[in-house]
């Protein structure tokens, strides 16, 4: 029997090729996330994006930063980013596989990292935000503008609707929900705002706390 992480890789494997299609219904919030997540990000050096997906997110923040690292877990959606990546010349970025859980970088080696709608996707959430941690530099940015599906009557059916699919989330976040898991992993948010759409995405920026 497939193990569930497994099983889930293999749902963005089999997506990957149509995910910038079948998602185009919950795009509403998307200009609003790529306007503040380029504002949060934009002069850093060197920046990690995880579940970067198809690239999206990767070709707005690649033009305002040094360079871009970005990973997805799934392999054919490293596949269609790097698809994007080339036929953008987006020089400054490189594509690679990786699993939040297990990142092969050192510690404090990057100045941002971005996680956009990925953390209802994780089992552990404060196993990948602690590893989104250890890779930060000291005082560095997190942006992690994630779905909402539980802050308004309409998502909430929506997301038990996507369930019956074999979607693999994992949570459910309001607003206050994912500020508080923010925190709790040692995060200052320095940024907020919900942004309306079917399914509403909650925009964190936050500062790493420093002892």
């Not at 923040?61 to 997805?72: C, F, K, Q, R, S």
């Not at 020089?91 to 859980?101: L, P, S, W």
């Not at 989330?169 to 942004?195: C, D, K, S």
Request: charged content about 25%; proline content about 6%; some cysteine.
């Amino acid at each position: 029997m497939m193990a569930r992480a497994d099983v889930e890789r293999g749902y963005w494997d089999r997506l990957a090729k149509r995910y910038d299609r079948v998602t185009r219904f919950m795009s509403r919030p998307v200009p609003r996330m790529l306007e503040l997540t380029v504002d949060a990000v934009r002069g850093r050096k060197r920046a990690l994006e995880v579940g970067a997906g198809t690239g999206l997110l990767t070709a707005a923040i690649a033009p305002v930063v040094g360079e871009v690292l970005a990973t997805d877990y799934a392999a054919e959606m490293v596949q269609q980013l790097a698809v994007r990546v080339d036929a953008l010349g987006l020089g400054n970025v490189r594509c690679e596989q990786a699993d939040i859980y297990e990142l092969r970088f050192e510690a404090a080696s990057f100045d941002v990292v971005v996680a956009a709608n990925v953390l209802h996707l994780v089992p552990d959430i404060e196993g990948a935000l602690a590893s989104l941690r250890r890779v930060l530099k000291p005082g560095g940015v997190i942006v992690v503008p994630t779905y909402l599906h539980a802050e308004t009557m309409r998502a909430g059916l929506l997301s038990r609707v996507f369930a019956l699919t074999g979607f693999p989330g994992h949570r459910r976040f309001t607003a206050r929900t994912l500020r508080e898991a923010v925190e709790a992993a040692g995060f200052v948010p320095q940024r907020e705002e919900v942004i309306p759409g079917p399914f509403p995405v909650g925009f964190i920026q936050a500062t790493q706390e420093v002892p």
